[in-house]
């Protein structure tokens, strides 16, 4: 039941917000939402409550799936109260060129919420694939709130380039079911995973399928060299949605390559792993190219999140499935409170240009602080989680490898901190902007949560 | 019936080298709705002799891929006011040409894999076919300009997969079959917005001069 509701209540929430079409009652909605939404995720247990939509089609949360989940609500219920003072504010600046009315735009941004909760229970790849396909349709929209070419562009690429890529893991989806000589009965999962396990497949068809499902999710993931449309819909979206994109969207393709890493057999293993290594630190230094010479604040958190995903996937690739998990939870966190923190600049100076972006600490002091403690912990500085990760992943990369990782990574902490520096320093010329400085609180929760959660992972090494 | 089917499969060839030459969108929305009616029907060709047929799910496919897809993009194309395809990036008898080829190369490719255990009788020539279709549209993406185009290339595209879809392997299960049309048809209405948005704003739908965003450009 509680499954059930989990993907019901956000929907139920779209219908009340579309049909007020009111901007006050869309706001409240969307708390009220995002707060039951938080509390069934806190409540529900990982195995046992399974939804049967047919005898061979379930529903559940298991433990990779319940991970990227919890991401979802733990960033939902932060970007909604941030929405919710931020949407009034937003109107007064932008009321004269918006696509959709505010109340349509906290509906679709509630039926993408349950799009991605559909991709975390999903237990079969026809499933994963149709609530993937979904995300996209349901996040296209609302990049082009704020209405301009440029948006519109945007929204262009990224219906265009994903619904390509996603295609092509449906593709793959049935090579792969091809490929197992159509022996099982039901696609899920866990019976895939035992046929392959027991070398019923045929090794053709199964890397075929196999290659076009990884190109299709890594796409969809913003796997360099296939992320060319996410820094622009990345940026061009609003902020709440920004957050959402890059904290929550990427993770639930970032899901739907762990189910395909998960049924590769133990003797094509090296093959799979390959892969994930190969296109992570691609990411990594296609990110660390673009990022220092970035003009847009924005689109240097773009570049940042194709950076962490690279990371990510070059976890998985070298086995340290825990630290993964670990990653794809303190990146969200500290993505999402940089995306709202960039809200707050974006409302105060109305420009992403970080040349015309002067004076910060002056104008927006808390803003400030916490956008130069983000940027550090995103660039792994410790207690942020991501430390930790990023130095187990060197050590497991071994010499080489490792020290071309640590080389990327300097590389774009120069990079951003640079960029972060130039915006923070200090401007006799800019007065303060206290109305705009009062939305910092949210995302500084969310920043001492993340060092929170670093200090136990640094308690938990030691001890 | 499996003359039948392969009848309906040489159709499908001929309807990608159709859709390389035909530069009025109009000729190509046809085309695409042709597809659509083959596949809602092939399910149940195929069926004949095997026993059950899923009627539910043909009348499905064939009124939505037949019948809605097409008046979806025929509105779009009043509405954003385009007839045809003016300058491709690669020309008509070139695209033709290379269509040829890709559907020689899928005959090719197809040739070195072993089909797996288990698939009907007709997949020894609906891989290649499908592979075929999938590429083509693939191609028309690349090698049209106008946005209205490419979403036509993505539905052939489509098309092929769901042709790998009914003729090689046995069905998805029934909601995820469902779950993909719907899919496919918010896909296409969206899409349809964007283009009549896109005219509005740029007074055109070529999509290569949608370039605004790029990292030179700032």
């Known amino acids: 039941m509680l499954t059930l509701s989990l993907l019901l209540l956000p929907v139920c929430g779209a219908l009340i917000s579309f049909f007020s079409e009111k901007p006050a009652v869309a706001r409240w909605v969307l708390m009220i939402t995002a707060t039951g939404y938080t509390a069934i995720c806190a409540v529900l247990p990982i195995h046992p409550d399974q939804l049967h939509l047919t005898e061979t089609l379930t529903l559940a949360a298991d433990p990779a799936g319940f991970v990227v989940l919890a991401a979802t609500a733990i960033l939902f219920l932060p970007v909604s109260v941030y929405n919710f003072f931020w949407m009034p504010r937003d109107l007064e600046k932008n009321a004269a060129h918006l696509g959709m009315k505010p109340s349509t735009f906290a509906a679709i941004l509630m039926i993408f919420v349950s799009t991605m909760t559909l991709t975390t229970l999903a237990q079969d790849f026809g499933m994963l694939w149709v609530a993937v396909e979904a995300t996209t349709l349901a996040s296209a929209p609302l990049i082009n709130y704020h209405r301009s070419k440029g948006s519109l562009e945007a929204m262009w690429k990224y219906l265009l380039i994903c619904s390509i890529g996603i295609g092509l893991a449906l593709f793959g989806t049935m090579l792969l079911s091809a490929s197992l000589n159509f022996a099982s009965a039901s696609f899920g999962f866990a019976a895939v995973k035992r046929l392959t396990a027991h070398g019923f497949f045929n090794p053709a068809w199964f890397k075929a399928g196999f290659v076009l499902c990884f190109a299709g999710y890594a796409l969809k993931m913003g796997l360099a060299p296939f992320h060319t449309w996410l820094p622009d819909a990345h940026s061009e979206a609003p902020v709440p949605v920004s957050a959402m994109l890059s904290g929550s969207l990427l993770n639930c393709a970032l899901l739907a390559l762990l189910r395909l890493n998960d049924i590769v057999p133990s003797d094509l293993e090296g093959f799979a792993a390959g892969y994930f290594k190969f296109f992570g630190f691609f990411s990594l230094a296609v990110a660390a190219f673009f990022i220092i010479r970035q003009k847009d604040y924005k689109r240097m958190l773009a570049y940042s999140s194709v950076e962490h995903m690279g990371l990510i996937a070059l976890l998985i690739g070298f086995a340290a499935m825990d630290y993964a998990m670990l990653h794809i939870i303190s990146h969200s966190l500290i993505k999402m409170s940089l995306f709202l923190l960039a809200g707050n600049i974006l409302l105060s100076y109305g420009t992403r240009e970080t040349a015309l972006v002067k004076g910060l600490s002056g104008r927006l002091p808390g803003t400030a602080a916490f956008w130069l403690t983000g940027i550090l912990f995103i660039c792994g500085t410790p207690p942020s989680p991501l430390f930790f990760t990023e130095l187990v992943l060197v050590k497991e990369a071994g010499i080489a490898a490792g020290s071309a990782i640590l080389a990327l990574l300097l590389v774009i902490f120069c990079g951003m901190s640079q960029i972060a520096l130039k915006m923070y320093a200090p401007d006799k010329n800019i007065g303060a902007d206290p109305a705009g400085d009062k939305l910092c609180r949210i995302p500084a929760i969310a920043l001492a949560a993340v060092s929170a959660l670093g200090i136990a992972v640094a308690w938990n090494m030691i001890g | ?218």
């Not at chain 2, 039948?4 to 190509?28: D, K, P, Q, T």
């Not at chain 2, 896909?187 to 001069?209: C, K, N, P, T, Y």
Request: net charge neutral; glycine share 8%; charged share 15%.
């Open chain 2, 1 to 218: 019936m499996n003359q039948m089917n392969e009848l309906f499969l040489g159709i499908f060839l001929c309807s990608c080298l159709m859709l390389a030459v035909s530069s009025r969108l109009l000729h190509c929305i046809r085309i695409v709705a042709l597809q659509g009616v083959l596949l809602g029907i092939m399910p149940v060709t195929l069926a004949i002799g095997h026993g059950d047929i899923h009627w539910s799910v043909m009348i499905i496919n064939l009124s939505l891929k037949g019948i809605i897809l097409p008046c979806l993009l025929y509105r779009t194309m009043l509405k954003a006011g385009v007839k045809r395809e003016l300058e491709p990036v690669i020309g008509y008898s070139l695209s033709a040409g290379v269509v040829l080829a890709l559907i020689l190369f899928s005959f090719f490719i197809s040739g070195r894999l072993s089909l797996p255990a288990g698939a009907s009788d007709l997949a020894g020539l609906a891989v290649p076919c499908s592979f075929a279709v999938v590429m083509t549209g693939l191609f028309t993406v690349i090698a049209r300009k106008k946005a209205l185009t490419q979403v036509i290339g993505f539905l052939v595209f489509e098309n092929g997969i769901t042709l790998f879809g009914a003729a090689v392997m046995r069905e998805h299960p029934l909601i995820v079959e469902l779950g993909i049309l719907l899919d496919v048809l918010v896909l296409v209405f969206i899409m349809g917005i964007s283009v009549f948005q896109i005219s509005r704003e740029f007074s055109h739908i070529d999509a290569d001069r949608l370039n605004s965003l790029k990292e030179e450009a700032r």
